[in-house]
């Protein structure tokens, strides 16, 4: 992705999203965090992702037997540098109606730390922001857990809260 690419939409809506953070973290380490249903947990919501991880596979993300947020396909997996997946929301009606979007995790090493960029792409013109409203809680919480390995409180978290204990 070149810098003519990058842009964010901020208090509008679009057709792409893109989050850029740095977390002072191996990729390695970053990486885990994406992928292990456990760790994502503590920075999402108390929502956990399941898979295998390899190209092609699906993934689902939610609170078992309490609600489902996500569904897709890996579609590429590049560890640690960059996933690729469908991303089909799951959490209400309206989102629902919205259809499949893509979003692309890149990790570039950076000195000792790492960037982190996240583009929710492939979304309706009219997308509905919840679709991508979450993600710099969501990006604030993983930052937070990989560099002090503490939980950080964020509207989606406090709402939430109780999340992690109905599984």
Known sequence: MNQ???YTVV??????TVFEIYIKTTPERLWEAITDGEMRKKYSFGVGTSSDW???SEYRSGVPGVIDI??????EVDPP???VQSFKALWSEDVEREGTSRVTWEIEPVGDSCRLAVTHDQLGETANS???????????GL???LETGELLDTPGSLRYSGAADWA
């Open 4 to 6: 003519e690419q990058l």
């Open 54 to 56: 390899t190209a092609g």
């Open 143 to 145: 930052k937070t857990l």
């Open 130 to 140: 919840e679709l991508f409203g979450g993600w710099p809680m969501i990006l604030s």
């Open 70 to 75: 996500a569904s897709g396909e890996n579609l």
């Open 81 to 83: 540098r960059r996933l």
């Open 11 to 16: 208090g509008g809506r679009g057709t792409m």
